[in-house]
C-alpha cells in the first residue's frame, strides 16, 4: 500500500553519485519532488537535465553549518513541503590502522557522518513535523555500525551514532507522527571505495572482485519501500547483506 502525494517532496543528502542518485531517480520516476543536494555541481545539473523540473540541484557542504541553514531557509516553495529526509551523504577514508592513521581523516568523517547529518536532521525537523503523519528520516548507516572489523574505526563508529541517534530520535518524536528508520547496508558497489581509497582504482577492484555486491538501485529501493509503508508503521532499522558476504571468526594474536 503506497501513499504517493505529487506534492510531497524528498529532501536527498549525497545526490551526486551511488545512493542518494539513485534514491533521487527512484523518487522522481515516482512522481516525489526531489530536493538533491551535494557538493558536485555538474553531477547535480546533469541529474536534474535528466530528470527535469521534479529534481531541485542543491549545492551546499553539509559541514557548513551556516551554508545548510541558509540553503533550507531559502527552499523554494514548491520544494518546501518535506515529507521525507534521507540522510545519505557520509564517507570513509582509508582502512590504516587507528594508530597510524590521520586526525584529519577523522576528523572528516565526524564532521561529515555526524555533524552534517545533525545539521540537516535538526534544520529539517520542523517541516517534517509540521507534515505530520506519513513523514520519514532515512539515515545511511552501516554494518560497520554494528560490527567491528579492522581498519572501521572512526567510519563505523560514527555509523553507530546514527544507529543510536536514529534510535533516540524516535522517542522524542514519538506523538508527532514523524518515523525514523536506520539502513544498515553491508558491501554496496559506488564511489564510496574509490573515495575510501583516495582514488585507487586496482584497490577499489579488489573490494568487489569475484563478489556480487549490492547495487544503488537496491538500496534506493528499499528507502522507497520504507517510506511508504502505512503512515502507522515505522521500520526502525534494516540491515542488507549481498548474500556473498557474512561475517569471519575471531582474530586472534598467537606468539
Ligand atoms: P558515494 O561515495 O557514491 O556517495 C557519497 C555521497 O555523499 C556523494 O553524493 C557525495 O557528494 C556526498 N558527500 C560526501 N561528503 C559530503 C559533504 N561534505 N557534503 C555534501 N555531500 C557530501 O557512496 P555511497 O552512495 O555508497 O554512500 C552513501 C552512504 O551510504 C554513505 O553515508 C555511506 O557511508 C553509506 N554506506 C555505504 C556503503 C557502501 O558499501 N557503499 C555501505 C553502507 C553504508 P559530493 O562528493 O558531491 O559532495
Ligand atoms: C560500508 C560498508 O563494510 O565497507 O559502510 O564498512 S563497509
Known amino acids: 500500500m503506497e501513499h504517493d502525494n505529487p506534492a510531497d517532496t524528498v529532501f536527498i543528502t549525497g545526490a551526486t553519485s551511488g545512493f542518494g542518485a539513485a534514491t533521487a531517480r527512484c523518487f522522481a520516476g515516482r512522481g516525489w519532488n526531489v530536493i538533491a543536494a551535494g557538493r558536485r555541481a555538474d553531477r547535480l545539473d546533469a541529474l536534474a537535465d535528466e530528470v527535469g523540473p521534479r529534481l531541485h540541484p542543491l549545492v551546499l557542504d553539509i559541514r557548513d553549518r551556516p551554508g545548510m541553514e541558509a540553503a533550507v531557509a531559502a527552499l523554494p516553495a514548491t520544494f518546501g513541503r518535506v515529507r ?93 507522527g514523524v518515523r525514523v528508520t536506520n539502513i544498515e547496508p553491508g558491501m554496496s558497489e559506488s564511489e564510496f571505495s574509490l573515495v575510501r581509497f583516495a582514488g585507487d582504482r586496482d584497490k577499489y577492484d579488489a573490494v568487489y572482485r569475484g563478489a556480487q555486491p549490492l547495487q544503488p538501485e537496491d538500496i534506493a529501493d528499499t528507502v522507497y519501500w520504507v517510506l511508504n509503508q502505512p503512515a502507522h508503521i515505522n521500520i526502525n532499522s534494516l540491515e542488507i547483506m549481498p548474500v556473498t558476504q557474512a561475517w569471519s571468526n575471531f582474530a586472534i594474536r598467537r606468539e
Open 84 to 176: 521525507a529526509l534521507v540522510n545519505n551523504a557520509g564517507l570513509a577514508l582509508g582502512t590504516t590502522p587507528a594508530q597510524a592513521c590521520s586526525l584529519d581523516d577523522w576528523e572528516t568523517m565526524v564532521d561529515t557522518n555526524i555533524k552534517g547529518l545533525l545539521y540537516a536532521t535538526r534544520l529539517l525537523l520542523p517541516r517534517l513535523i509540521e507534515y505530520g503523519a506519513g513523514a520519514g528520516i532515512v539515515n545511511l548507516g552501516s554494518v560497520a555500525g554494528n560490527w567491528p572489523y579492522p581498519g572501521s574505526h572512526v567510519y563505523g563508529a560514527s555509523k553507530a551514532f546514527v544507529r543510536q541517534f536514529s534510535l533516540n530520535l524516535r522517542c522524542d518524536l514519538l506523538g508527532t
